[in-house]
Nanobody
Framework: QVELAESGGGSVQIGGSLRLSCTVS???????MGWFRQPPGKGREGVAY???????KYTDSTAGRFTISKDDAKNILYLQMNSLKPEDTAIYYC???????????????????WGQGTQVTVSS
């Protein structure tokens, strides 16, 4: 059984930065992992993805501002978010799937395990 727990959310001003963490418990060898978000009143969207080899993919709206990374020794997934905008306001979720790579990595339906989410609010 794999459990995910996000932390690091909060309120930040426009242009600010936050780093989200996702602590993974259980055996997650050769997993791929992703960050997703759900803005208020909208559906879930993929934000960033990292496969078991460390290859990454980002949605267009976050590329160049967000960086996904992982520390396999500590079983922690990170999302560094810079130059935050009001439209980044959302509940952010980490997700994992027990395969080394996913062909459609920003599709949340591909992931088996999910965290409970952490709120990020960007305002002026």
């Amino acid at each position: 059984q794999v459990e995910l727990a996000e932390s690091g959310g909060g309120s930040v001003q426009i242009g600010g930065s936050l780093r989200l963490s996702c602590t993974v418990s259980g055996d997650n060898n050769n997993f791929c992992m992703g960050w997703f978000r759900q803005p208020p009143g909208k559906g879930r969207e993929g934000v960033a993805y990292i496969d078991s080899d460390g290859k990454t993919k980002y949605t267009d709206s976050t590329a160049g501002r967000f960086t996904i990374s992982k520390d396999d020794a500590k079983n922690i997934l990170y999302l560094q978010m810079n130059s935050l905008k009001p439209e980044d306001t959302a509940i952010y979720y980490c997700a994992a799937d027990p395969v080394p790579t996913i062909p459609t990595p920003l599709d949340g339906d591909e992931y088996k395990y999910w965290g409970q989410g952490t709120q990020v609010t960007v305002s002026s």
